[in-house]
């Protein structure tokens, strides 16, 4: 398959992919507080649905690199995640229902973020060509039109035509899946390569230890600021098209940065690593800007930092674990960094968040937690400076410089 056909299906499933995201996990927020869930139990629940993640999203990324069946993953994870999802918004308010069924979401669908972005990479391996900035750019393209489209929706009609919407996504995404070639027979591991030798690979990589960490501490930020970015919101006064309108303009400043962004490494001027730190401090700018804001105006000015934050970390990280992850473990190193730097940041950064929102008030809360993305770009940063005295990377990874 040609280079432009697949960059053309790769497109569909980004697209697709994120508006559902935006349809469900973006919305569980809102959904929970119109069930009347308090914020502390919001806390709790999101916190349940990130342990679930940690433990089941490296299992999915094994089982993706063992069986190089991508395709049949992602429609099986996908299509359980719409049934789930229906399950939820007709519990009639059970709590103890709603919770399950958000876990369970949490553990398939959500799972395949990830392994969606191990897919691509391996997939560019195979065809440097792909553009990967350029791809996921779409993906926030739709996001933007999703946000803006659902929250008026919601607003005029009701929170229950969420699941239809997701499940009218989910078979346009399962068409486009079917589309994209799974990786080459060349990725699969050996029929001796057990889940212990890939973990022990992994562990003794230090610069994606390092990227974990990193990722960790910044996803008390990230976290804190997609969970209470609503509650902000309608503290302020907004409502549900505000919200939609504030997630249309988060969006839409990402997509020249992820669509520029290989154009940007190919002039040689700054390393993927450099570029993570600028990610992660834009982070903290956003947060303690979204937490001082005044007005809905002011904190939607405030995601304008998106752009320089999700905009470049997301083409950063992928380009960056390509330089020096074995291309036989990248789906399992994508999904442990999902599992263990941010949904396990994720599990500890809910119900801290939610505990000191509820004592101390939502803004003075995130501007603590803004101070954890500072501290992941020092620990990046300081961590890429070992790595380059202890003389570059492991052997093992697929290039030395890479711009995606």
């Known amino acids: 398959m040609d280079t432009r056909r697949i960059s053309h299906n790769i497109v569909w499933v980004q697209g697709t992919y994120t508006a559902m995201v935006c349809v469900s996990i973006a919305f569980f927020v809102q959904a929970f507080q119109r069930f009347g869930i308090d914020k502390m139990t919001i806390g709790l629940i999101t916190m349940a649905c990130n342990i679930t993640s940690v433990i089941t999203q490296p299992v999915w990324g094994f089982l993706a690199d063992r069986s190089g069946r991508q395709r049949e993953i992602v429609i099986v994870a996908c299509t359980l995640g719409a049934a789930l999802y229906f399950l939820m918004m007709y519990s009639g308010g059970a709590l103890r229902v709603i919770a399950a069924c958000a876990m369970g979401i949490y553990a398939s669908f959500y799972g395949m973020m990830h392994l969606i972005t191990s897919w691509i990479a391996k997939l560019m391996v195979e065809n440097p060509d792909i553009n990967y900035g350029a791809t996921r750019s779409i993906g926030s393209l739709t996001y933007a039109v999703t946000a803006v489209v659902l929250g008026f929706s919601v607003t005029k009609f009701s929170p229950i035509i969420a699941p239809y919407c997701f499940f009218g996504l989910n078979l346009i995404l399962c068409a ?229």
């Open 176 to 404: 486009a899946v079917v589309r994209l070639p799974n990786p080459a027979r060349g990725f699969l591991r050996g029929q001796g390569a057990s889940l212990r030798d890939t973990w022990g690979y992994l562990r003794g990589n230090l610069p994606f230890v390092v990227l974990v960490a990193a990722y960790f501490l910044n996803t008390f930020c990230v976290s804190t600021v997609n969970t209470f970015y609503s509650v902000v919101m309608f503290e302020l006064g907004g409502n549900e098209g505000h919200v939609g309108i504030g997630l249309f303009c988060i969006a839409m400043v990402e997509v020249p940065f992820m669509f520029f962004y290989k154009k940007l490494m190919s002039r040689g001027a700054f390393s993927n690593a450099a570029l993570l730190c600028v990610a992660m401090v834009s982070y903290a700018l956003q947060c303690f800007l979204t937490s001082s804001g005044r007005s809905v105006t002011a904190v939607m000015l405030a995601g304008v930092l998106q752009g320089l934050s999700y905009g470049v970390i997301m083409p950063a990280t992928v380009a960056y674990m390509v330089e020096f992850v074995d291309k036989r473990h990248l789906g399992f190193a994508q999904m442990t960094l999902g599992a263990m730097g941010q949904s396990l940041g994720a599990i500890i950064a809910s119900p801290l968040a939610g505990a000191l929102s509820a004592s101390w008030g939502t803004q003075p809360m995130m501007r603590l937690m803004s101070l954890f993305s500072l501290a992941g770009a020092a620990l990046l940063l300081l961590g890429s400076t070992i790595v380059r005295h202890r003389g570059g990377y492991p052997v093992g990874g697929t290039s030395t410089q890479s711009g995606v």
